[in-house]
């Protein structure tokens, strides 16, 4: 019997790696898709639509929150940010395990309306580590890493909220970390129970 794929939210603070760390999860773990986000902010250059993202007009999206099409969503500087819900059941219901890559608020969201996801937390291996990842990007002042700095340390005092947390010390190690959690996910019993109530009746 098939069984339906996990629900897999990923959170951490900016600068813990999580961009790098996705990109070598599905180039080595197949059954895994990435969930593409809806938001209501124009595309920008090179962007597609259902590729990037779902880009959507603010009364759509509003419909679609309406509707309870939206597994978690939010609004960032006036536009809204969100996972629709139809394409990550599909791919559920296939036996194809789902990830979001997510911010603290949207995963917070996702356990209340899914239990059975599996929350993982990703840190840096350091405050001094995070710091030097972000200068090391280049692309930012220093109010900018200041903020970011003061924003992870915000996020980091939700990871409680989640059942996983690991701690980027090598991408290599990272990816072997969670493709463990996910296989040990599939063994509980709670998802077991099909199998349990097959072998009840033998």
């Known amino acids: 019997m098939r069984k339906n794929g996990l629900l897999v939210v990923l959170s951490g603070p900016s600068g813990a790696g999580k961009g790098t760390v996705v990109k070598a999860l599905l180039e080595q773990t197949p059954q895994i898709r990435l969930s593409v986000s809806a938001t209501t902010r124009a595309p920008r250059q090179g962007e597609s639509h259902g590729e990037h993202y779902f880009f959507l007009s603010r009364e759509e999206f509003e419909k679609e929150i309406q509707g309870g099409g939206m597994l978690e969503y939010a609004q960032y500087c006036g536009k809204y940010y969100g996972t629709p819900k139809a394409p990550v059941r599909q791919w559920q219901g296939e036996g194809l395990d789902v990830l979001l890559e997510i911010e603290v608020q949207g995963g917070g ?15 840096p291996p350091s405050w001094e580590e995070l710091e030097r990842r972000l200068r090391g990007r280049g692309t930012e002042d220093e109010e900018t890493i200041r903020e970011r700095m003061e ?42 129970k099909n199998i349990y109530e097959f072998w009840k009746g033998c």
């Open 109 to 123: 969201q996702v356990k209340e309306r899914c239990p059975d996801s599996v929350g993982i937390f990703l840190l």
């Open 151 to 192: 924003t992870a340390r915000q996020e980091i005092a939700g990871m409680d909220g989640y059942d996983y947390v690991v701690v980027n010390e090598t991408v290599e190690e990272t990816v072997r970390i969670i493709q463990s959690i996910l296989v040990a996910e599939k063994q509980k019993f709670s998802r077991m």
